[in-house]
T-cell receptor, first 114, second 111 residues
Framework: DAGVTQSPTHLIKTRGQQVTLRCSPK?????VSWYQQALGQGPQFIFQ???????QRGNFPDRFSGHQFPNYSSELNVNALLLGDSALYLC?????????????FGDGTRLSIL | QKEVEQNSGPLSVPEGAIASLNCTYS??????FFWYRQYSGKSPELIMF????GDKEDGRFTAQLNKASQYVSLLIRDSQPSDSATYLC???????????FGTGTKLQVIP
């Protein structure tokens, strides 16, 4: 049973560039959430996708956008990268079903901005 | 006030002891509570979840929830060095699955 998979594992970009991160949910899951985790902090919610639509969004600027495909996989796009965007980006999948569905995380993509 | 608060630690316990990790939350409408373990450089791993007041046990782990006092705790019995990690408390509220995490408590189990 494949878990949540993310790609790439590591990425190095420079300020002003754009990046796309990818996520395949755990088999059977239909909901994908994205988080940003800075060093020493807990994950911060970016947004959540269900049925190919953004359902909820955290306090992140419009530079952060996403997409969900019919097979439930998802992408996170970040434009005009800033040094402060350096972080571990985590994808989590779950079954739609409201607040009580636990989320399962992928291994993350570590993004470094130079 | 932070939405989910945890003592950052480190919390040091000797091997075989009980480790007690605590978390408080501010939103009285919070409905689900999760504990994740995160090893350094790795992603969070779900340990337990609890929805109702009281205790929930799973092996060496017990989650405790008190909604009136707005706190949730995790007890780890017979702590092992392999339990050394950061433990993240996470809370959801509302109809969807937006999860708010605390900053985590670093646990060190001393052999």
């Amino acid at each position: 049973d494949a878990g949540v998979t993310q790609s790439p594992t590591h990425l190095i970009k420079t300020r002003g560039q754009q990046v796309t991160l990818r996520c395949s949910p755990k088999s059977g899951h239909d909901t994908v959430s994205w988080y940003q985790q800075a060093l020493g902090q807990g994950p911060q919610f970016i947004f959540q996708y269900y049925e190919e639509e953004e359902r909820q969004r955290g306090n992140f600027p419009d530079r952060f956008s996403g997409h969900q495909f019919p097979n439930y996989s998802s992408e996170l796009n970040v434009n005009a990268l800033l040094l402060g965007d350096s972080a571990l980006y985590l994808c989590a999948s779950s079954l739609e079903g409201g607040y009580n569905q636990p989320q399962h995380f992928g291994d993350g993509t570590r993004l470094s901005i130079l | 006030q932070k939405e989910v608060e945890q003592n950052s630690g480190p919390l040091s316990v000797p091997e075989g002891a009980i480790a007690s990790l605590n978390c408080t939350y501010s939103d009285r409408g919070s409905q689900s509570f999760f504990w994740y373990r995160q090893y350094s450089g790795k992603s969070p791993e779900l340990i337990m979840f609890i929805y109702s007041n009281g205790d929930k046990e799973d092996g060496r782990f017990t989650a405790q929830l008190n909604k009136a006092s707005q706190y949730v705790s995790l007890l780890i019995r017979d702590s092992q060095p392999s339990d050394s990690a950061t433990y993240l408390c996470a809370v959801t509220a509302g109809g969807y699955q937006k999860v708010t995490f605390g900053t985590g408590t670093k646990l060190q189990v001393i052999p």
